[in-house]
């Protein structure tokens, strides 16, 4: 791992803040998360075990920090390493597949599926969370899902055309 490389994943989950903040909230305030997407493009990027825990970790401590659910902290970092990690397993799985904006728009909707359920699985365990596990996977889940696949689908072309013009070693550019 190489400074280039730590440098496009902090500029990922960076872009990712910045789209979670100034995004508005939808049904009773929840937003979708772009830092999943982004985290998500970020393991297509770097398919490695390393790689994968520092976006993992970052992710879930940034989108933990913002989080506007009550007591998202920890459920935040729970859910967005174990995400990470069942996505990299999915990207290793799938090989050069992986790398197709089709098959990663469907990775991207069942990472969001994998983070939504963990993560409202850990806050109702955790901290007993008031709201019923079905009604907000409805509510919030599988609106985030539709959001974030279409949001791959935009940005990850674009990231991907920037990464070849440039000299990074990438899953992309190998």
Known sequence: MNTKNLVLMALLVGV?????????????????????????IGILLFPNVKSTFLLGISTGVISGLFSTFPGGFVPNIIDKAVTAFVFLGLVLLL????NKVAVGVILTGIGTLISGTVFLSTAIFVFGAGAIFQELFVIVVIPAIAINAIAFFIIYPIIGKLIKRTSFETALTV
Do not use: E, H, Q, S
Request: hydrophobic share 55%; net charge positive.
């Open 95 to 98: 090989n050069k597949l992986a």
């Open 16 to 40: 990712g803040a910045v789209l979670y903040i100034i995004i508005p909230g939808i049904n009773g305030g929840m937003k979708p998360d772009f830092m999943l997407t982004m985290m998500f």
